[in-house]
């Protein structure tokens, strides 16, 4: 089972997969769209700027880099969706940005 993206008008939910979600200590996380700047699709899996690590790894955790904040959930190769989040505005978002690999993302509009 991999990680589970939902986006709402205004929610962006993440719903992580087995160990995945020891970073956050929460299966689920919940994020205000209105705390969201962008999202964005990279294949293979991408890493914030100037950050690396061994090839065939792994990228679990929570990463500090530069005085950013990012949350990295991601297997290599994979397609991954990147959430840049607007931390300052909204300081209980705790990331400045969330990687993760993802199969799909169900995305629900208002009618």
């Given at each position: 089972m991999s990680t589970s993206v939902r986006i709402s008008d205004d929610?962006?939910?993440?719903?992580?997969?087995?160990?995945?979600?020891?970073?956050?200590?929460?299966?689920?996380?919940?994020?205000?769209?209105?705390?969201?700047?962008?999202?964005?699709?990279?294949?293979?899996?991408?890493?914030?700027?100037?950050?690396?690590?061994?090839?065939?790894?792994?990228?679990t955790g929570i990463l500090r880099h530069g005085g950013r904040v990012h949350l990295l959930a991601s297997r290599p190769g994979e397609p991954t969706l990147t959430i840049d989040l607007d931390r300052q505005a909204y300081p209980d978002v705790r990331f400045d940005s969330i990687v993760v690999s993802c199969d799909d993302v169900a995305t629900r509009t208002a009618p």
């Open positions: 929610l962006v939910e993440i719903t992580f997969s087995g160990l995945s979600f020891l970073a956050t200590r929460r299966r689920t996380l919940r994020i205000p769209m209105r705390a969201v700047r962008s999202i964005r699709t990279a294949t293979p899996s991408a890493l914030p700027h100037g950050t690396a690590v061994s090839p065939g790894a792994r990228q």
